[in-house]
């Protein structure tokens, strides 16, 4: 008798500064899903981090790992962080690449927030550049008025889709290059 063999996913490390962030991985996976790729991603929510960049960072290298050490390596590592307190501490922000270069992982800057990220996805939307959080998010509401902090990944479906993410990675180079490393970039 043969055993059916289960293959084995790649595993994916991907921070998150909150749960909106975690959902929009888990969709992501699902894409990956979609498009016959069998990864991963582990999408960790990185708290308390309240939304300072450096301490996100060390908390992402810290719990990469803790997992590594109970699980195994991660091919890939990435945290999806807000720009918005970005150049606010010159030292810190170099503190941040170095520390990201040093253990391998690959920073995604949402510009200025999650919000205008995920404008971003939208087709009338794709080239906005809200210039605070609280526009972003203004904007957003308005163009897609379900909308809410933490949705689900299954609600996020409804305007989230391969085509959106292909939009949003045509106009922001550190999520394309994260999915070309993927190799999600090739089904969208």
Request: glycine share 6%; charged share 30%.
């Amino acid at each position: 008798m043969s055993r059916l063999r289960i293959q084995q996913r790649t595993r994916i490390y991907l921070g998150c500064e909150g749960e909106s962030e975690q959902s929009y991985g888990k969709r992501l996976n699902e894409i990956a899903d979609a498009a016959g790729l069998s990864l991963f991603l582990d999408c960790d929510v990185l708290q308390p981090g309240g939304g300072d960049p450096l301490a996100l960072v060390r908390l992402a290298v810290r719990r990469v790992l803790e997992k590594v050490n109970k699980r195994g390596t991660f091919a890939y590592r990435a945290v999806l962080l807000d720009k918005d307190k970005l150049g606010q501490a010159l030292d810190r922000d170099r503190q941040i690449s170095a520390l990201a270069h040093e253990h391998r992982i690959h920073l995604i800057w949402q510009d200025p927030c999650h919000e205008g990220f995920l404008l971003r996805h939208l087709a009338e939307h794709t080239t906005m550049r809200p210039q605070n959080s609280d526009l972003a998010t203004q904007t957003l509401k308005k163009a897609w008025p379900e909308y809410r902090k933490g949705m689900p990944a299954s609600e996020l479906a409804a305007r989230i889709d391969r085509s959106a993410i292909g939009r949003a990675a045509s106009v922001e180079t550190d999520f394309c290059s994260f999915l070309r490393d993927l190799g999600l970039a090739a089904y969208l």
